[in-house]
């Protein structure tokens, strides 16, 4: 399995939690599709939907220390989208740490190398624009 990571949090929460929803699984539905022999799993696109309804605690323990951790463990790689925010998000930052220690692989993606629909083209740019 892969794992596709990005920030999430922000000062701003709601707007751009949102955005980052909507890119993250553009992103990961464009690389289940040019690579369909394999398995992907974005917890944000997994999360956020529950996260979004209060259904779920916001923390960030509950998230990368309970629930990620399990998802990190089984995958062998991890792509990390480097959206804006990204080397500031510290949920992002123990994902690529995790993936470090246990010497799996990393590979890093631009969401400009993506050919989206236009939601998610106009969640792009707004996350460039307001974050």
Known sequence: MIYVGCPYSHK?????????YYLVTYITAALMRDN???????????SHPLQAKNLTPH???????????GF???SYKMVAVLMPG??????????????RIHSK???SV???????????????????KIT
Request: aromatic residues 22%; hydrophobic residues 40%.
């Open 36 to 46: 369909p022999e394999e398995v992907y799993f974005s917890p944000i696109t997994h």
């Open 59 to 69: 923390t960030y323990e509950y998230w990368v220390d309970i629930q990620d951790e």
């Open 12 to 20: 701003w929460r709601r707007p751009v939690w949102f955005l980052r």
């Open 86 to 99: 990204w080397s500031k998000s510290p949920g992002l930052a123990h994902e690529l740490r995790h993936f």
């Open 110 to 128: 631009d969401p400009y190398d993506f050919e989206l629909p236009w939601r998610g083209r106009l969640a792009r740019w707004l996350l460039y």
């Open 72 to 74: 990190m463990d089984v």
């Open 105 to 107: 692989q990393i590979e």
